[in-house]
């Protein structure tokens, strides 16, 4: 796009009228702005749009690269430019992936292999046949790694908690806090425990630190390096490293340029979901992220759900200038995804150029956070009501409980759907005055308590219903956010696949490690040299 669409969305955002209003008007509403994927419904018709502004970004969407890039992306074309690396993610959840080629590589052959791997250690775990080295039955598998290596399949392990058929239990050990390893050994025996370290390049610090950690932790019980060599796996693109610390070769999976981290899910990433949720259960975590991303390449821009979606983040932004997103499961098993999507968001298109490198003219990706329904509505769903900032809204429920208490999901629903009619429509003062009539006050205490009932309403939001909470919906609901990002990506025309305002900090860690050991602390700022004083007195203590 040669000139900013934004000034002309800015200005269409201006004219929105009343939800309230155009529900009146519009009975059949709710039918026009909905649209169904593999399953999953959208319904988006409680948003600030109307025909003549969906039919504005519908041709924002129509003169976008998003079509072209998606092409390129599917070629193996090296679309994050900025690592000269493809982005093939779509590939892990192939059905079929014989005959897939990459530079010459036979990717197809590598995946099925990888599978294989994975499905082969699962079994031998669900058997009991995976022994330490006592010749015990290994109890326990701790994984070990951070950020996409562990977020996605942290989420997806609770998202799937009633499919849970392992007799292994399952232990994570993300942060470099050595709380998190203190904590996970507690109860654990070493010669009944696996341990997996995720690091494609075998070096990222919090994984390395507590992998270390983990290896003392055999060593103080007795463990050989041969021991060690039983009870350590690892994914990594980093055979060498791997290799050093002690991980013999065919204990490693491997791990590929061409997928970020926060993408990995559908990798050897995902093997603490197969542990847990089996096979058969991943293959279908697989299936339904295949269905939406055939969805997405195929379905008419009109009914394309992640374009949509897409859309709607990108006229919130960019149109009325809003910063945050709240994203609000109802269900508990769901709590974990505002978490994920945080990063899978906020990661790829928090940026400030453009994929060329020149500054962008207007906001990006929003500040995502949220948590499980109702207990957002006895929090923060305050300022979602009565603030006067304006933060659009996903709810999601599955329509079927995986538990007996029909009732309890019965009220689950009414809470979620009064929430986004609640504002939609608000509260007006004549209501709300009514309202301090009704309960029996006089008219000069109703006068007084009305306007701190008073909602604005207006506020938009989403209601995405997913049939159940099986891993066919919740591997189509993941990808159906990965690919919402993607677009939002292309029309902000930027690269949503590399990472680099992570690294600054990483990087500057390392001298303020030093100087926490007693290194030279003289050409750091006066503020951090305060924090490492302060630091070191209470250590020297």
């Known amino acids: 796009m040669s000139a900013s669409p934004w000034p002309a969305l800015k200005a269409l955002a201006a004219q929105q009228g009343s939800l309230r209003q155009a529900f009146a008007a519009d009975p059949a509403r709710a039918n026009r702005f909905r649209t169904t994927a593999c399953g999953i419904s959208l319904d988006y018709s409680k948003n600030l749009i109307d025909d003549s502004s969906w039919q504005a970004l519908q041709q924002l969407a129509g003169a976008s690269k998003i079509q072209p890039v998606l092409q390129a992306m599917l070629a193996g074309n090296k679309v994050n430019n900025t690592e000269q690396r493809a982005v093939w993610h779509m590939m892990l959840r192939k059905t079929d992936v014989s005959g897939l080629a990459l530079d010459g590589d036979d990717i197809g052959a590598a995946i099925a292999d990888c599978r294989q791997r994975m499905t082969a250690l699962v079994s031998r775990l669900h058997q009991g046949e995976y022994t330490g080295y006592s010749g015990k039955a290994i109890t326990d598998v701790i994984w070990v790694g951070i950020g996409g290596s562990l977020l996605g399949p942290q989420m997806a392990v609770e998202a799937l908690t009633p499919y849970h058929c392992s007799p292994v239990k399952l232990h994570f050990a993300g942060n470099i806090d050595g709380a998190v390893v203190s904590d996970v050994v507690k109860q654990l025996d070493p010669a009944t425990t696996l341990v997996f370290v ?171 956070w949220g948590d499980a329904g109702t207990n957002g509505q006895h929090a923060y769903h305050q300022l979602l009501h009565q603030s006067a900032l304006a933060v659009p809204a996903d709810f999601i429920l599955p329509l079927t409980p995986a538990h007996p208490l029909t009732d309890h999901h019965q009220r689950l629903a009414a809470h979620c759907f009064a929430q986004t009619q609640a504002l939609m429509q608000g509260k007006t003062l004549q209501e709300a005055t009514a309202e301090c009539l009704a309960a029996g006050m006089t008219a000069e205490q109703a006068a007084a308590l009305a306007p701190h009932k008073v909602s604005p309403g207006n506020k938009p939001s989403n209601t995405l219903l997913l049939p159940e909470l099986s891993p066919y919906y919740v591997g189509a609901l993941i990808a159906l956010y990965e690919h919402k990002v993607f677009c939002q990506g292309v029309l902000w025309g930027l690269n949503s696949f590399d990472q680099w305002g992570v690294e600054l900090g990483k990087q500057l860690s390392g001298p303020i490690y030093q100087a926490l050991a007693g290194g030279d602390a003289s050409l750091l700022d006066s503020s951090t040299q305060a924090l490492i004083k302060a630091f070191l007195q209470q250590k020297n203590q």
């Open 198 to 368: 995720a690091s494609k390049s075998f070096g990222t610090e919090e994984t390395k630190q507590n992998a270390l950690a983990l290896r003392q932790w055999f060593k103080d019980h007795g463990a050989d390096a041969d021991a060690i060599a039983r009870h350590f796996w690892a994914t990594s693109s980093n055979i060498k490293a791997a290799a050093e610390f002690g991980i013999v070769e065919q204990n490693i999976l491997p791990m590929w340029d061409w997928v970020g981290g926060r993408y990995s899910l559908w990798s050897a990433i995902g093997l603490p979901v197969a542990l847990m949720i089996g096979n058969d259960n991943f293959a279908q975590l697989l299936k339904g992220a295949e269905a939406m991303d055939q969805h997405f390449i195929h379905a008419p821009q009109a009914e394309n759900m992640p374009l949509t979606l897409a859309l709607l983040g990108i006229w919130y932004i960019n149109g009325f200038g809003c910063q945050a997103q709240a994203l609000l499961p109802y269900s508990h098993y769901l709590r974990l995804l505002p978490s994920y999507v945080q990063q899978l968001d906020m990661e790829s298109n928090g940026k400030s150029v453009d994929i060329n490198g020149q500054p962008l003219t207007d906001a990006t990706a929003p500040v995502i």
